[in-house]
């Protein structure tokens, strides 16, 4: 019923930033709860962060905290990862996913609708 399509992936160097947007389209995004979750090549998909419906409670893995900022724009049918102080090691397929929830998850098995994924490559 709602579908995500991300974009803002690209290369950048060691230290630099992006930012991610994911936009929704069918169902209004304020119906969801939110999420950004990654994959790198070999490894398996991790939570990268999360954001309740309304937007008040925000969540991030350790790897990320204090570096990465998840937000959303309801009027915009958008949601956010601004990426600073990016690392190697965060070079992944980065999947933004909807929630018919009001409260966020660290669980990807707990989204109902995901995007096709935007490439972030991150040089040393």
């Known amino acids: 019923q709602v579908q995500l399509v991300e974009s803002g992936g690209g290369l950048v160097q060691a230290g630099g930033s992006l930012r991610l947007s994911c936009t929704a389209s069918?169902?209004?995004?304020?119906?969801?709860?939110m999420g950004w979750f990654r994959q790198a090549p070999g490894k398996e998909r991790e939570f990268v962060a999360a954001i309740n419906r309304i937007g008040s409670l925000t969540y991030y893995a350790d790897s990320v905290k204090g570096r990465f900022t998840i937000s959303r724009d309801d009027a915009k049918s958008t949601v956010y990862l601004q990426m600073n102080i990016l690392k190697p090691e965060d070079t992944a397929v980065y999947s933004c996913a909807a929630r018919s929830s009001s409260i966020a998850s660290h669980s990807g098995n707990d989204y109902n609708n995901w995007g096709q994924g935007t490439q972030v490559t991150v040089s040393s």
């Open positions: 069918g169902r209004a995004v304020s119906t969801y709860a």
